[in-house]
């Protein structure tokens, strides 16, 4: 077995076709996928395969196919004798690396994440907010500013020195980010989201998640689940349990999660698990001496050994 450090992407992730050569493939991860529509309940193995883009980006449905696509990957790793030494996840992706670390049964996590999702979507129609990506100003500044503005925002996701987010009510948000941009920002993004994720905006849906989350089987990890909340590892189900019900209204503390994963005892690579490559095109910007491996297709499935004997040579 070979250990390595894991890391799980969030929402936004998603796009049409995501994990279709994993659903054709032979082994645990085909096993996996072939069977998330019979767990849920509803067809998302074609919405995953076959859109529409609008209906996969809905935010219950963005949530479970990509925690299923991470999973999958993770279940395949597995196989080749590649397991996580340590791992983490952003946002969502928290519920991925639970997985990884034993803590959820994939399951259990799937269920848990469609009804994350279906919460925060209804949370989006019943209190309107809406998010903004902030880009050259430091999360304690942003924060600064937030506080001074009128209405309901606050910095959600730090996800690294140069990036966060804010999210809250919609005129707040708009204010903010022109307040923003007087400070000294170099853009101010607005997010195509359907609410004011990691805010106060989702303290209706947090409440109902916990009493979801009271009866979920959680196990205390076999490796440390590096938490959004407190950015410190998780080593207890009880730790764990906390962080998801905490995850809605606290802010993502991702650069201090990278921190713990990639800063002063790096390892020589970590892996991002599942579609795409955002976390680890912000991670490379500040941890040049680590190699970044995203694994989310066949393709990289069928290189992975390849590239870390390379990296080990």
């Keep these: ?28 991860a085909g096993a996996f996928l072939s069977a998330i529509d019979d767990t849920l309940g509803y067809g998302l193995a074609a919405i995953m395969r076959k859109g529409p883009a609008e209906v996969l980006t809905e935010t219950r449905n963005a949530q479970p196919a990509i925690l299923a696509h991470s999973v999958a990957v993770t279940l395949a790793l597995g196989e080749r004798g590649i397991i996580p030494s340590l791992v983490a996840g952003h946002s969502l992706g928290e519920f991925s690396a ?5 803590a959820l049964c994939p399951e259990d996590a799937l269920r848990t994440v469609r009804r994350r999702g279906e919460l925060m979507f ?18 304690d500044q942003v924060a600064e500013v937030c506080a001074g503005v009128d209405g309901v925002v606050v910095l959600a996701n730090h996800n690294s020195e ?25 853009r101010v993004i607005p997010l ?17 998640f916990g009493e979801f989350l009271a009866g979920l089987a959680v196990k205390d990890p076999a490796v440390p689940l590096v938490a959004n909340v407190t950015a410190r590892p998780a080593t207890t189900a009880t730790d764990l349990r906390d962080g998801f019900a905490r995850q ?4 993502v503390l991702w650069h201090d999660t990278m ?24 991670a490379r910007r500040a941890y ?6 995203p694994v989310g297709t066949v393709d990289d499935l069928e290189g992975i050994e390849a590239a870390l004997k390379e990296l080990d040579s």
């Design 1 to 28: 077995m070979r250990k390595i450090p894991m890391i799980f992407p969030g929402q936004a992730s998603q796009t049409v076709g995501m994990a279709a050569d994993l659903m054709a493939s032979q082994g645990p």
């Design 162 to 186: 140069a990036q966060v987010a804010i999210s809250g009510e919609v005129p707040a948000v708009a204010a903010a980010g022109a307040a923003l941009k007087e400070a000294g920002a170099r």
């Design 192 to 208: 195509n989201v359907s609410g004011a994720f990691h805010s106060p905006l989702l303290a209706g849906a947090a409440r109902e």
């Design 122 to 139: 209804a949370a989006g129609d019943e209190v309107p907010g809406t998010m903004a990506a902030v880009m050259g100003l430091p999360g």
């Design 288 to 293: 040049g001496n680590v190699t970044f491996l």
């Design 98 to 102: 639970a997985v990884a670390c034993g």
């Design 248 to 251: 809605l209204t606290s802010p």
């Design 259 to 282: 921190e713990q994963i990639a800063g002063a005892d790096a390892p020589r690579v970590v892996l991002e698990v599942g579609p795409g490559r955002v976390l680890s095109n912000l």
